[in-house]
């Protein structure tokens, strides 16, 4: 089933059970589904472009987190922190901690990475395989952690 069915149906879901947030956080994503499919390109959405657009609503929405945070904006910070929770449900399952770092590790070993020059070559094959299964940041910092003490 496609993202924009998934979406669709929770929508249709959030409206009965008059969920505000689940509501804006779906149409958000309803949104971003329709501007690629206008966008001209004439490409269509696959799995791996769904996960993409859905990564960069959260990472958006992560962004404008720290900000209100930082700002001491608790109101619009509880609004993010709904979104986010919303829009996560149509990521895969996540990895955990563990789990990721070995796989890093697994990755630096293939690639014969040695130092902090060798980041963008672990960086580069950790990113294309952990696509959707972890977030970019977490990766980028774990990487950077390993490398370090190689």
């Not at 979406?7 to 971003?32: N, P, T």
């Not at 672990?122 to 990487?143: H, P, Q, Y």
């Amino acid at each position: 089933m496609s993202l924009e069915v998934r979406v669709m149906q929770a929508l249709k879901e959030a409206m009965k059970a008059k969920d505000d947030a689940a509501k804006r956080s779906l149409r958000a994503i309803k949104s971003a589904i329709l501007l690629v499919k206008t966008d001209g390109s004439g490409k269509e959405l696959d799995e791996a472009g769904e996960i993409k657009l859905v990564q960069k609503l959260v990472k958006q929405r992560k962004d404008s987190l720290a900000i209100f945070i930082e700002q001491g904006r608790e109101d619009l910070a509880q609004v993010e922190r709904e979104e986010i929770a919303t829009i996560e449900k149509f990521l895969p399952e996540q990895m955990s901690e563990a789990d990721l770092e070995n796989f890093i590790k697994g990755i630096i070993e293939k690639t014969g990475a040695s130092s902090m020059k060798d980041m963008g070559k672990v960086m580069g094959m950790a990113t294309k395989e952990l696509a959707g299964k972890a977030d970019g940041k977490t990766v980028s910092n774990l990487v950077k952690k390993l490398l370090a003490g190689a």
